[in-house]
């Protein structure tokens, strides 16, 4: 179940310096056969503006309802890290995020949230969500995108 999990429990932490998916890693999910909710939170994204190289700062939240695979959190996390030299749009740090994780674990339902801190006196909350197609999570995903609201409350 854990065999190809080659971080966790690793002594050294590989801090990559560049954009890498492939630091994900993902585990059997122990529970496969009832829907449940994981939430992430990570406080310290970090990613560059892609035309001014400025450092953006955000609170990511992700949350899924996993099918068959997880996602390992070490694996998460530096994979997180990853971006800190990255430059991308605030909206397309959540897209690529999102997408790797589906690429990786194929959930039943995810959600990624970008809370960016303000810039220039403008903050951006980009929000996508993705549910299995035909079924319960498609028809969830597009009831939580269009009800979706930051969870800052503004």
Do not use: W
């Not at 854990?2 to 993902?26: C, F, I, V």
């Not at 995810?110 to 903050?123: C, D, K, L, M, N």
């Amino acid at each position: 179940m854990t065999d190809n999990l080659r971080l966790l429990g690793s002594h050294t932490n590989e801090y990559p310096q560049t954009y890498s998916p492939q630091m994900l890693e993902a585990f059997e999910n122990p529970h496969p056969g009832r829907d449940y909710r994981v939430h992430f939170r990570c406080p310290e994204f970090t990613s560059l503006c892609p035309i001014t190289a400025q450092p953006d700062f955000a609170l990511i939240l992700i949350d899924y309802i996993p099918e068959r695979k997880m996602v390992e959190s070490k694996s998460l996390k530096l994979y997180l890290f990853s971006f800190r030299n990255h430059g991308a749009f605030h909206e397309d740090c959540v897209n690529i995020i999102m997408n790797d994780l589906i690429a990786l674990m194929e959930p039943r339902y995810i959600e990624v949230e970008g809370i960016f801190t303000p810039r220039g006196g403008i903050s951006i909350h980009p929000y996508c969500n993705y549910g299995r197609p035909e079924g319960r999570y498609d028809e969830l995903a597009r009831l939580q995108l269009f009800n979706s609201k930051s969870r800052t409350g503004m």
